[in-house]
């Protein structure tokens, strides 16, 4: 069997496409060489009696079958499953409690300990250092904050 003949170059153009792949996103690439293989496998199996029009509507029939019925189911098994996760980020602080690092004193903002970060907070009443607060309320990333009693 001749290594350039017509079935070989349809093998290794359908992979070389199905590596274009790696390079391109998208997930399409893939089903042009699966398209293109599958044409070698059917020159293989029929020979001369599969003309360059045959292969050509061949190419152009697999290449819409896959795209059209492999192409979802496959996308599917190699995402997984996606959830979307419904977090309010800017709700995300309260409640929470921490310790006062650098001093309150309104209208300037402060420092304080939230777990194991330190945020930039503000308070209606002066906080000095130490002192225990809960986050009332959250703009960006700025705390504010009351002190617990």
């Known amino acids: ?15 070389i ?8 996103p998208g997930f399409v690439m893939f089903f ?11 020159r293989f199996a029929f020979g001369g009696a599969l003309g360059a029009t045959w292969q050509i509507v061949l190419f152009s029939a697999f290449s819409i079958l896959y795209l059209a019925v492999l192409r979802r189911w496959l996308k599917r098994i190699f995402r997984g499953d996606v959830t979307t996760a419904q977090t309010d980020f800017n709700n995300d602080y309260l409640g929470r409690t921490g310790r006062v690092t650098e001093a309150i004193a309104p209208p300037l903002t402060g420092r304080v300990e939230i777990g194991d970060a330190e945020w930039t907070a503000e308070s209606d009443v002066p906080l000095a250092p130490g ?4 986050v009332v309320s959250q703009n960006n990333l700025t705390m504010k904050v009351e002190e617990m009693k």
């Not at 042009?32 to 059917?42: E, K, M, N, Q, R």
């Not at 002192?131 to 809960?134: D, E, H, R, S, Y």
């Open 17 to 24: 496409l199905m590596l274009l792949e790696l390079a391109t």
């Open 131 to 134: 002192a225990t607060v809960k």
């Open 1 to 15: 069997m001749d290594m350039f003949s017509c079935a070989w170059l349809w093998m290794y153009a359908g992979a």
């Open 32 to 42: 042009f060489g699966l398209s293109a293989a599958t044409v070698g496998l059917c």
